[in-house]
């Protein structure tokens, strides 16, 4: 072994050995070993009253925020999204399957677009799909 990789990023609780860039690390048969260091600690926070409005649909750019946003919902509003089937927009192919995992149905994402998990795309789709919406989007991000 000639060394370590220490790998900083964020994680989704995936276990080391089920890791893309760890995989991918150990495809490249490189001589080493890889060191997972997690940079983020995600909080949950309820959000009571977030879901008073009508939203067009919830915007999701990373697995992270769905997983969060997931967490602070109380199980009324979570049911209430589930049968209005709010849509939910997607920036990758990760995070709508966290999304979907969720339980969330209506999931709309450009993932095999070109290019792929771009805002660009994102945004190409919720104006192709949702144009005409008069109702605004939920956009859960970090400093939500």
Do not use: H, W
């Not at 660009?120 to 008069?134: D, H, K, P, T, Y």
């Amino acid at each position: 072994m000639l060394g370590s990789v220490v790998l900083v990023k964020g994680t989704l609780d995936t276990p080391q050995d089920k890791d893309e860039y760890v995989k991918l690390i150990d495809e490249a048969a490189l001589a080493c070993s890889v060191v997972v260091v997690p940079v983020l600690k995600i909080q949950y926070r309820s959000f009571p009253g977030l879901l008073d409005k009508v939203f067009a649909g919830i915007i999701f750019t990373s697995a992270n925020a769905v997983l969060a946003f997931d967490q602070g919902l109380d199980p009324a509003s979570k049911a209430f999204i589930q049968s209005s089937r709010t849509p939910v927009l997607t920036v990758g192919l990760k995070t709508a399957q966290v999304a979907q995992s969720c339980g969330f149905t209506e999931i709309y994402s450009k993932c095999l677009s070109s290019p792929p998990n771009s805002a660009r795309s994102l945004a190409e789709l919720i104006v192709q799909e949702f144009g005409s919406s008069i109702s605004p989007f939920l956009f859960p991000c970090s400093s939500m």
